[in-house]
């Protein structure tokens, strides 16, 4: 079985603050791929980042940043410099042979 | 760059009706998925479809719901008699292949709203 946990319901930030999201998996695959996805208020789900289990290399895109480790099966994303426009709920997935197992989704809140 | 497209955009429907959401998945994938997400809950895995079969399917989908690839192009998702809590956000998603290591391409959504 599957199981993504992302601990965080709700987060508030001022603009400009640095913010990060947990998450947390549980699988059996010895392969699977981790992602990212954002939802805006308009619904649609917005691919962020994609990680396999392979590889543990963190890194960094424009604000974006990624921490994968595996040891703690952990996967947690950061914005640095929040801007408004990346309040939204953001949801960590988990794919493994058929489906994508998606976590609870944490609101995050940027505040002018 | 090809993408997934879903319609209609936002589905009304009376407690009771049929309802179809359709999907086009990207043309040169095989295996199409349903998800859905009740508003303000995660999105949920719904089931898969490959060679024109169900694939796998979650508890979720049950004898109210049906998948159809009824040409080369659509994928469909139908609701028998739509209930109150079949209301919420309705996904579909293509890959290439199956296995974790093929991302799936996840269409804009349907909204359905039952009343």
């Known amino acids: 079985a599957q199981k993504v946990t992302q601990a965080q319901t709700e987060i508030s930030v001022v603009e400009k603050e640095d913010v990060t999201l947990d998450c947390v998996y549980e699988?059996?695959?010895?392969?699977?791929?981790l992602f990212w996805y954002k939802q805006p208020p308009s619904g649609e789900l917005v691919f962020l980042i994609r990680r396999n289990s392979f590889d543990e290399q963190n890194e960094i895109s424009g604000r974006y940043s990624w921490n994968f480790q595996k040891s703690t099966s952990s996967f947690n994303f950061t914005i640095t410099a929040s801007q408004v426009v990346d309040s939204a709920v953001y949801f960590c997935?988990?794919?493994?042979?058929?489906?994508?197992?998606f976590g609870t989704g944490t609101k995050l809140q940027v505040i002018p | 760059e090809p993408e997934v497209t879903q319609t209609p955009s936002h589905q009304v429907t009376q407690m009771g009706q049929e309802v179809i959401l359709r999907c086009v998945p990207i043309?040169?994938?095989?295996?199409f998925y349903w998800y859905r997400q009740i508003l303000g809950q995660k999105v949920e895995f719904l089931v898969s479809f490959y060679n024109n079969e169900i694939s796998e399917k979650s508890e979720i989908f049950d004898d109210q719901f049906s998948v159809e690839r009824p040409d080369g192009s659509n994928f469909t998702l139908k609701i028998r008699s739509t209930k109150l809590e079949d209301s919420a956000m309705y996904f579909c998603?293509?890959?290439?292949?199956?296995?974790?290591?093929?991302?799936?391409?996840f269409g804009p959504g349907t909204r359905l709203t039952v009343l």
């Open positions: 043309s040169n994938h095989l295996y």
């Open positions: 997935a988990l794919r493994g042979y058929q489906k994508v197992t």
């Open positions: 998603a293509s890959s290439t292949t199956s296995g974790s290591y093929n991302e799936q391409f």
């Open positions: 699988t059996r695959d010895t392969t699977y791929y």
